[in-house]
């Protein structure tokens, strides 16, 4: 919905043309007719009551505002609700929503408007939305007991309300404060015809069920009460009945108790029921009049209600005690007096109920946390009214109307104008009425009408109403915004309209003529002492809750401050409160007195847009600028739109500002440089920078995402690559420590045996260790020192033959023992060789010989052993003869011996005598000096002899030898072993042969051409020397047996 795109008129007054009263009025109208019900001026709303629902509001408006800016839509409540709740959120500035216009024109309707919208864009969540939905079901609770039908308007408040919506830094609601002002609490007793009471007392009557109205001892119809006006029980456009539900299920939902609704209505009912009380004239003894209740039926109920003793409620109603320092004076009161000490009460009763209500939601409501909160104000407060005979109520109600103009004024004509010549602007003065004179005229404090009033209920003396007038009429005769009679008169004015106890004041809104009637007692507002009394001694809770001063404890003389200061002090801390926030308005025009829809009446409207300064108002917006704001948090707000000035920006903040708007392509008339602020002059430009900023915001925030997401990726690896490292040093660090702690634990290791060893090489001797060697070997040595020398005690015999050798004692000792005992068989062995003579020794080289030969083989060798080698057994020496036997030959005869020759023919046996020289074998007939046989030992090749005990031996000859050999000897001597080894050694010494010695039973012997087996057997054994018995067995074999 672009602008302008079928817009009916201008939606912005600002560009209207021609600028006049005229076409402003017919522009409204125009609109109204077509249902556009509301127009801006910049950024105020004017709103004209449509009398009827617009399919403009709901959900699906709700989202359409909340998405767009102020002017791409068509103007509405919700526009202005969507900035003052953004700039709240986002400025961090406190809001106000100032709803002004007459009774009639909309301004509760637009409160709620703002306030369902704040709630709908609003954070949600179960806390928030229960907090929203307590500060939204305030309105019908409130409305309830405040609002009543006018003639003006059939749900017109009659109360002032302010309401502070506190929220967090999120902009989500927290809850809030209502201040209440002045409830027009006369209705309570009297309604001006064709008017009502509070809704609730119909509501109640309408909507409690049977048992609900016996509770509360009241009758269904309204016509009954009094204090009803019975003409208008019912609004055609309200339904009691479901009304009065929804309040009692609103109050739940604020958390009023089921106790304190029953209570609540309790005095609701209370107060009708006093309407009912009558009051009859009665006369005391001495004739005055006094006055009595007339039906006591009531009045019981009241007391059995209330826990009131009836007839301490009657008195308190028809007498009235004074209270002097000595003593204490009851004075009876008349009919009269009395109908308005009831009056008096039940006025009291309510308006304080209605306080207490108001004081109960606050405390719901109420925000606990300490943070900090932004606040957004509503008011809604009852307009200017100009009523027939307007009273003390009209009076503070306009006077509330006129700051809240004067607010209007300062803030937009005023205060604007004034910027801009403070900030050096060019600027053509706008005219515009100033309304503070009128302001002055009420509240001054030592001259004002107020004041003036507080004196005269103050004074002693005689004080009444009239007097009250003669001394503004005094004060005031020259005021040019103050009439009255006595004024005009002296202006020789004559107005028919001006009552004699009248005065009129010029509101910036019209005149109104008020009646001084009642100024006096409503503002000194004071209820008898024993009627309050009388409801604190109550026994139900909350009316004697609203009582207290009634407690005579309590009691003080003071005055309280008068109604007319109490509204006064009020206004002024609204109005502080005002002053202190971002002010929005609605300005609420009403079409129509009867309350029609489509019906638009110019004159009505010229006269509000008139008061309302509506003209004044658009031609300061299109002469000035629609923005202004300080260079320093302009320059904030929008230094990201420039490169210039984002991200650092040193420059002064008006430079910083010009280069933000060089950047951003704004026609230079949008804009004026003031000397601390700039001035945007509309709003366009202001929302174009704004959506500007709102894209910027969202470049930027993605450019924070990313660099975000890029840093924390980057801390991430890097904490990840500073752990991998930290723990593989360490890991590699703890592996290469523990592999040095194993070396050097190895290295210690060696070290320290070498050292050790090293240590107990050079100091062995000194330990103990080694003493057990030192001791073995000491011991050693001695045992064996010792088993040497008892060895050398103990020595054998040095005998050869004597192999005994003491045993070792030890067995350590065998081998060395053997040893010795070898050492020592040689040693003795070597001496006994020593000893030996030379013949000896050859006589024993002989037997060794002989040994070699035969021993082992030979069985007379054993025999042989012990007796020495003679050599000569024949007597060689001592008989020539004999020696002649060896011929020619040198040497010695080696044997000589008798032996036996074996016939190889017939094995007969015949003695010889044998010779053995160094070269020859003699064999000789021992009868005979001539030798038979020579054999030259070169010729001998080999001996065969037994293995027995016989001296039989073989004599094998070479064939070669001598022409006359006849052949191999068999000869028997009895020296065989003697014989056999020395032919052995002679022929070793003649020839250098070993000469074979066979031992053999079976052997041949040759002849010369034939040969003879020998066969020796062994006979059976004779006794004495063996004997051989050879037998021929055959020509070529024998057989010797031996015995
Ligand atoms: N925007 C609207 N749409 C439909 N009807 C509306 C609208 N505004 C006001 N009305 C009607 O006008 C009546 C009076 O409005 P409202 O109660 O808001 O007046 P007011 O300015 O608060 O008067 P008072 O000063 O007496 O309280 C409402 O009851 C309602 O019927
Ligand atoms: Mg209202």
């Known amino acids: 919905m672009p602008v302008l795109e079928g817009s009916v008129g201008v939606e912005d007054l600002v560009l209207l043309e021609p600028l006049d009263e005229d076409s402003l ?13 509301y127009t801006y001026i910049g950024n105020v709303v004017i709103s004209v009551n449509p009398y009827q629902q617009l399919p403009i509001y709901g959900p699906e408006f709700i989202a359409k505002y909340q998405d767009y800016t102020f002017y791409e839509l068509k103007p509405h409540i919700y526009a202005l609700a969507n900035v003052a709740y953004q700039s709240l959120k986002d400025r961090d500035r406190d809001q106000c929503i100032l709803i002004t216009g007459e009774s009639g024109a909309g301004k509760t309707e637009a409160s709620k408007l703002v306030m369902s919208y704040v709630a709908a864009v609003c954070g949600k969540g179960e806390q928030v939305n229960s907090v929203k939905e307590q500060l939204l079901q305030s309105n019908p609770v409130l409305e309830a007991f405040g609002n009543a039908k006018t003639i003006r308007n059939d749900n017109s408040s009659r109360f002032g309300k302010y309401m502070d919506i506190e929220f967090d830094f999120k902009g989500s609601p927290l809850g809030g404060v209502i201040t ?21 007392f119909y509501q109640l009557l309408a909507g409690a069920d049977a048992q609900l109205l016996r509770a509360l001892k009241l009758e269904q119809d309204a016509s009954h009460y009094t204090y009803l006006n019975r003409e208008v029980s019912r609004v055609h456009s309200m339904d009691d009945a479901s009304n009065f539900r929804d309040v009692q299920s609103a109050m739940s939902v604020i958390g009023f108790s089921e106790d304190e609704i029953r209570q609540v209505l309790e005095v609701t009912a209370l107060v009708l029921k006093l309407g009912n009380v009558e009051l009859a004239d009665e006369y005391q003894a001495n004739g005055t009049p006094a006055s009595g209740i007339r039906d006591g039926k009531g009045i019981r109920e ?54 207490w209500i108001v004081g109960r ?44 103009q004067q607010v209007f004024i300062e803030l937009t004509l005023k205060e604007e104008q004034e910027e801009y010549r403070r900030e050096g602007i060019p600027w053509t003065e706008v005219e515009y009425f100033d309304n503070s004179i009128i302001c002055n005229l009420i509240e001054h404090s030592q001259r004002g009408i107020l004041a003036m009033l507080d004196e005269e209920c103050l004074r002693p003396g005689v004080v009444s109403d009239s007097t009250f007038l003669a001394k503004l009429n005094h004060l005031f005769s020259k005021h040019n915004h103050y009439e009255s009679k006595v004024t005009q008169n002296a202006q020789r004015q004559y107005d028919h309209t001006m009552g004699l106890g009248c005065f ?6 019209g005149k109104v003529t008020y009646n001084v009637n009642g100024f006096i007692d409503k503002n ?74 489509g019906r638009f009446s110019s004159e009505l409207a010229v006269v509000q847009a008139r008061y309302l300064g509506l003209l004044e108002n658009v031609r300061v917006r299109r002469a000035g600028y629609a923005h202004r704001q300080v260079y320093k948090p302009f320059l904030e707000r929008y230094r990201l739109l420039s490169r210039s000035t984002w991200p650092h920006w040193n420059g002064g903040d008006r430079e910083g500002v010009e280069k933000v708007l060089e950047s951003v392509a704004v026609s230079s008339e949008e804009f004026a440089y003031g000397k601390t602020k700039i001035f945007i002059r509309s709003p366009k430009t202001l929302f174009h920078l704004e959506e500007q ?21 980057r801390t991430y690896y890097q904490q990840m690559r500073k752990s991998q490292i930290l723990i593989s040093a360490w890991f590699r660090g703890n592996k290469q420590r523990r592999h040095y702690e194993k070396m050097k634990a190895s290295a210690m290791l060696i070290q320290a045996f070498v050292r050790g060893w090293k240590a107990r090489k050079n100091y062995r001797k000194y330990f103990r260790s080694g003493a057990a060697l030192t001791l073995s070997n000491f011991i050693y040595a001695s045992i064996a020192q010792k088993f040497f020398l008892d060895l050398k005690k103990n020595l054998p015999s040095t005998k050869v033959l004597d192999s005994t050798w003491p045993a070792a004692p030890y067995k350590c000792f065998t081998s060395a023992n053997q040893e010795l005992k070898r050492l020592f068989y040689q040693w003795k062995c070597k001496k006994f060789r020593d000893q030996l003579s030379p013949k000896q020794v050859q006589m024993l080289r002989e037997k060794l010989c002989a040994s070699e030969l035969l021993k082992g083989k030979k069985a007379c060798y054993p025999q042989s052993v012990p007796i020495p080698f003679r050599g000569d057994y024949i007597g060689l020496q001592g008989n020539p003869k004999l020696q002649k036997l060896k011929g020619k030959e040198d040497g010695p005869v080696l044997v000589a011996d008798t032996v036996k020759k074996v016939n190889r023919g017939n094995g007969k046996t015949s003695a010889r005598i044998l010779l053995l020289t160094k070269r020859h074998v003699i064999l000789t007939d021992a009868k005979k000096s001539q030798a038979q046989i020579v054999i030259g030992l070169e010729n001998v090749t080999g001996v065969s002899v037994t293995s027995l005990q016989d001296g039989l031996f073989g004599l094998h000859l070479s064939e070669m030898s001598s022409a006359d050999s006849k052949g191999d000897i068999l000869l028997i001597s009895d020296h065989v072993v003697e014989l056999l080894t020395k032919m052995y050694q002679a022929v070793l010494d003649a020839t250098e042969k070993q000469l074979s010695v066979a031992v053999t039973e079976k052997f041949s012997v040759k002849f010369k051409e034939s040969s003879v087996a020998v066969q020796v057997v062994q006979g059976p054994s004779g006794s004495g020397n063996s004997k051989l018995v050879c037998k021929k067995k055959g020509s070529h074999s024998m057989e010797v047996t031996v015995r």
């Open 693 to 713: 900023r709102r894209l910027r915001l969202h470049q930027l925030a993605t450019l924070i995402q990313k660099v975000y997401r890029g840093w924390r990726c």
């Open 504 to 509: 009129r004041i010029c509101h910036y809104a």
């Open 524 to 597: 000194n507002d004071l209820l008898f002492r024993d009627l309050s009394q009388t409801m604190w001694k109550a026994k139900h809770p909350l009316l004697r809750s609203l009582f207290p001063e009634g407690n005579p404890k309590e009691a003080s003389l003071k005055r309280p401050p008068t109604a007319g200061t109490q509204f006064k002090n009020s206004v002024a801390i609204l109005m502080k409160n005002l002053y202190s926030k971002n002010p929005n308005y609605i300005r609420c025009i009403k079409p129509n007195n009867q309350q029609q829809k």
């Open 25 to 37: 009025i017919k522009n409204l109208q125009l609109r109204f007719e077509n249902k556009e019900i």
């Open 180 to 200: 209440n002002y002045l409830l027009e609490k006369s209705r309570v007793v009297k309604q001006l015809k064709g008017e009502r009471n509070f809704h609730i």
């Open 302 to 355: 009241i007391g059995e209600m209330m826990g009131l003793s009836s007839v301490e409620l009657e008195r308190a109603l028809c007498s009235r005690t004074m209270e002097t320092a000595k003593e204490k004076v009851v004075t009876t009161l008349n009919v009269m007096q009395a109908q308005y000490a009831r009056d008096a009460l039940a006025k009291n009763v309510y308006s304080r109920l209605f306080d």
């Open 361 to 404: 939601i606050n405390e719901s409501i109420k925000v606990d946390t300490g943070e900090k909160r932004k606040v957004m104000g509503v008011l809604d407060i009852y307009g200017f009214e100009i009523l027939e005979d307007n009273s003390f109520e009209q009076f503070v109600i306009n006077y509330c109307n006129e700051k809240l």
